[in-house]
């Protein structure tokens, strides 16, 4: 079955970097696109960035625009969140999630990980 | 960027009541509009995808409907496991934006 690993999150100093990893399976990877969502701690949920199953398409929130960066590895069948310059507000848990269809984009949130905590904080 | 408003935040109702969760959205999206279920300490599980479609798996007690700009989730007789947080989601165009939320709780 579909399975979604987040890992990378943790306790960062406002103004550095953290990159996030996103290990899938279950599933042909390479054909799927895929996003991360975050969600702040008691508050709801916020789209961050998406990326096409081919690698040629990349969409971001406007919260971090500039700032994040998305990719994916298909030979390691793993998506990334590359984050810099973090401030206190980017603190959340930050799912990745795949797409419904298979060879498209329709921004449907079929699976998802169970999360990864990134604190903002000095 | 295309804001949804859903309401109300708070449902309180009773097991096998009705529940009906609104999401209006501050321009057309079309049919693009989905709804996910979030329980505490969980993922968001995905329960219907352009405006009315079930995904799998999904009771058929969960019906959606609407177009344009007014969405409607109705949950027809609420079962123990269904309370929740649930979001609307809009697809119609970039950013995507999810709702605020509405929390259905046990009355």
């Known amino acids: 079955q579909v399975q979604l690993v987040e890992s990378g999150g943790g306790v960062v100093q406002p103004g550095r970097s953290l990159r996030l990893s996103c290990a899938a399976s279950?599933?042909?990877?390479?054909?799927?696109?895929m996003h991360w969502v975050r969600q702040a701690p008691g508050k709801g949920l916020e789209w961050v960035a998406m990326?096409?199953?081919?690698?040629?398409?990349?969409h971001y929130a406007d919260s971090v625009k500039g700032r994040f960066t998305v990719s994916r590895d298909n030979s390691r069948n793993t998506l990334y969140l590359e984050m810099d310059s973090l401030r206190a507000e980017d603190t959340a848990v930050y799912y990745c999630?795949?797409?419904?269809?298979?060879?498209?984009?329709?921004?449907?949130?079929?699976?998802w990980g169970q999360g990864t905590l990134v604190t903002v904080s000095s | 960027e295309i804001v949804l408003t859903q309401s109300p935040a708070t449902l309180s109702l009773s097991p096998g009541e009705r529940a009906t969760l609104s999401c209006r959205a501050s321009?057309?999206?079309?049919?693009?509009l989905g709804w996910y279920q979030q329980k505490p300490g969980r993922a968001p599980r995905l329960l219907i995808y352009?405006?009315?479609n079930r995904a799998t798996g999904i009771p058929a007690r969960f019906s959606g409907s609407g177009s344009g700009t007014d969405f409607t989730l109705t949950i027809s007789s609420l079962e123990p496991e269904d309370f929740a947080l649930y979001y609307c989601?809009?697809?119609?165009?970039?950013?995507?934006?999810f709702g605020g939320g509405t929390k259905v709780e046990i009355k």
């Open positions: 989601q809009q697809r119609a165009s970039w950013p995507l934006s």
């Open positions: 990326i096409s199953f081919h690698d040629t398409e990349t």
């Open positions: 352009d405006t009315s």
């Open positions: 279950g599933f042909t990877f390479s054909g799927f696109g």
């Open positions: 999630a795949k797409e419904l269809y298979e060879g498209t984009q329709r921004s449907i949130f079929i699976s």
């Open positions: 321009q057309s999206v079309s049919s693009y």
